[in-house]
């Protein structure tokens, strides 16, 4: 682990084509506003088609509810793009930290719950008209979709206080670890 | 001229309290709580807005309305922890004119959301029909105002000149 996470730091920290912006007045803050706008778009379109999976609205059609997911996963593609600006400007602060440990694996299971839904659950929720429950099987993936990622961005958010840091000398900072 | 009130109120146990606990569940969580809470209030509000702008025409317009109480728990949510976070850092975001921006950009996006309410939803026969141009004008400012106030509210962590009187 040790040995994959100091050629993931090497690797990533060799890409320089962004950095001269990220490391600019503006670029850091300009990415981190849309990431959060990225944010809104996946949790505001993602998570109404899922609480209309578990219950919600009932009156709506599946597949009509359907079509605002391509703006859920606008709102993923300008966050994984923005992401990658972050982790490649300063690798050391998310390869050492055990918040984006826990995001990437939240982001992981998140992704097999989309496999799972689209290979098994949608062919059937589809067809469902107005007024008709999902499944329990669609239902739980609903329920699962809103709590992993409403976990990403936990983990997300929690990402400044696990900051691994050098401490040379120095007391370790607020809830951060130091990296040996 | 405002450095006695924020010096009172940096003292006052609740702000010393978001400002120098060291659990998980003090600064963290309630900036997490904020976090989820914009997901839901700008996220759902964008979902609506997409819906009259056009997008999923098939959803039934009114059973919007059920996701009504999910994004004013979303903007509660972060009302609450939004004033708890000031206490901690009164003279962070009272000195910078970014936090009285986003303010604005708030006000606009519940005006926006007011007025899309009365305007889009007081029409029962609009679930499979075209939103007139005013509802839909609407749900453009209500897009641009939520997207101004993620902005100004990031840009919080960036811009201020002055952390604590104290």
Redesign the interface.
């Known amino acids: 682990m040790h040995e994959f996470q100091a050629w993931l730091w090497s690797t990533l920290g060799s890409i320089h084509i962004v950095r001269p912006f990220m490391t600019s007045a503006w670029g850091?803050?300009i990415c981190?506003?849309l990431h959060?706008?990225g944010?809104?778009?996946?949790?505001?379109?993602v998570?109404?088609f899922d609480?209309r999976l578990v219950g919600?609205?009932k009156?709506?059609?599946i597949?009509?509810?359907?079509?605002?997911i391509p703006?859920g996963i606008a709102g993923y593609v300008i966050n994984v793009i923005t992401g990658s600006m972050f982790l490649v400007t300063t690798p050391d602060q998310y390869i050492y930290n055990p918040s984006f440990h826990f995001k990437i694996l939240f982001m992981i299971i998140a992704g097999i719950n989309v496999a799972v839904f689209y290979l098994a659950a949608f062919g059937q929720v589809k067809t469902l008209g107005?007024g008709v429950q999902a499944p329990l099987f669609a239902r739980v993936i609903g329920g699962a979709s809103l709590f992993l990622w409403?976990g990403v961005?936990?983990f997300?958010?929690?990402l400044?206080?696990y900051r691994p840091n050098p401490c040379n000398g120095e007391p370790e900072g607020?809830?951060s670890v130091c990296l040996k | 001229m405002l450095d006695p009130f924020f010096i009172w109120l940096e003292t006052t146990a609740l702000s010393v309290w978001v400002r120098e606990a060291?659990e998980?569940y003090a600064?963290?969580s309630i900036?997490?709580l904020h976090?989820?809470g914009?997901?839901?209030v700008?996220?759902?509000?964008?979902?609506m807005n997409?819906?009259i702008l056009g997008?999923?025409?098939?959803?039934?317009l009114m059973?919007?309305k059920?996701?009504f109480p999910?994004l004013w728990a979303g903007f509660w949510l972060n009302a609450v922890s939004g004033v708890v976070l000031l206490i901690g850092y009164p003279t962070k975001a009272l000195t910078n004119p970014m936090f009285y921006l986003k303010l604005v950009f708030i006000g606009l996006g519940i005006l926006c959301l007011r007025s899309i309410r009365k305007s889009v939803f007081s029409d029962e026969d609009l679930d499979f029909q075209a939103v007139p141009r005013r509802g839909r004008l609407w749900a453009g400012a209500s897009l641009a105002c939520?997207?101004g106030a993620?902005?100004a509210?990031?840009?919080l962590?960036?811009t201020y000149s002055k952390l604590t009187t104290i």
Not at chain 1, 39 to 45: D, F, R
Request: hydrophobic share 60%.
């Open positions: 850091w803050p981190e506003s959060f706008v944010l809104s778009m996946l949790i505001g379109c998570g109404t609480l919600m609205a009156r709506v059609p597949a009509a509810m359907h079509r605002l703006w107005s409403t961005i936990v997300g958010r929690m400044t206080f607020f809830l | 060291t998980v600064f963290p900036l997490s976090t989820i914009m997901g839901f700008a996220g759902m509000s964008a979902a997409l819906r997008v999923a025409a098939f959803v039934p059973e919007f059920r996701f999910v939520w997207t993620i902005f509210g990031r840009l962590a960036y």
